[in-house]
């Protein structure tokens, strides 16, 4: 069965570490990949996303992840993490074959202490 | 910036009733969707909604649940009677015309509650 798993549940860091949350999934083939950020009171918003190409991915707000084939993974990095990064985060696939539906890793809550 | 809005953000009700949670999607979306989120486990998929019939669902969406868009601007998701395991976090979603190729904009959600 497909699934997505993200196995740190809660992460605690300093403000200005550096960040890698953790993703991988079970497919036949590569899917789509994703990250989603969810702040408290919001709703879930794309961080980034992977098609093709290129492995490592450029997002919003300097996260990148980097898919790795032989590991089936995309972990999401941050080089200095900041305060207001402290939020849920999940990795989530998509199947490449016409649907829509994302299917989601149950998230890694970030604490960011100053 | 664009976003989804949904209401209401928390609805408390009694185990049997219907509920209708409200959604307006971003306006030039044509793709819908709701997901779900029962604490402590994962955002699940529902449902896809794109040219006024539902596209794709999940073995959660059953008889209980129906979606529509009855006015070309809300999309709502009704249970029709609601269980305790029915309470999660509901979130709905639009997206543009390329389904899983373009991104889906999520709203902040509908805490729901069945007592």
């Known amino acids: 069965a497909q699934s997505v798993t993200q196995p740190d549940i809660h992460i605690t860091v300093s403000e200005g570490a550096s960040l890698e949350l953790r993703c991988n999934y079970s497919?036949?083939?590569?899917?789509?990949l994703f990250w989603y950020v969810q702040s408290p009171g919001q709703g879930l918003q794309l961080l980034l996303k992977?098609?093709?190409?290129?492995?490592l991915v450029q997002g919003i707000k300097g996260f990148e992840a980097e898919f790795k084939r032989s590991q089936s993974s995309f972990n999401l990095r941050k080089p200095s993490v900041h305060w207001s990064d402290a939020a849920e985060y999940f990795c989530?696939?998509?199947?490449?074959?016409?649907?829509?539906?994302?299917?989601f890793g149950t998230g890694t809550r970030l604490q960011v202490f100053p | 910036e664009p976003e989804v809005t949904q209401t209401p953000s928390h609805q408390v009700t009694q185990m049997g009733q219907e509920v209708i949670l409200r959604c307006v999607p971003i306006?030039?979306?044509?793709?819908f969707y709701w997901y779900r989120q029962i604490l402590g486990q994962k955002v699940e998929f529902l449902v896809s909604?794109?040219?006024?019939?539902?596209?794709?669902k999940s073995e959660i969406f059953d008889d209980q649940f129906s979606v529509e868009r009855p006015d070309g601007s809300n999309f709502t998701l009704k249970i029709r009677s609601t269980k305790l395991e029915d309470s999660a976090m509901y979130f709905c979603a639009s997206g543009t015309s390329s389904r899983i190729a373009d991104t889906q904009y999520f709203g902040p959600g509908t805490r729901l509650t069945v007592l």
């Open positions: 909604f794109y040219n006024n019939e539902i596209s794709e």
């Open positions: 306006s030039n979306h044509l793709y």
């Open positions: 989530a696939v998509a199947r490449r074959d016409n649907t829509d539906k994302l299917i």
């Open positions: 497919y036949g083939a590569t899917p789509y």
């Open positions: 992977y098609f093709s190409g290129d492995t």
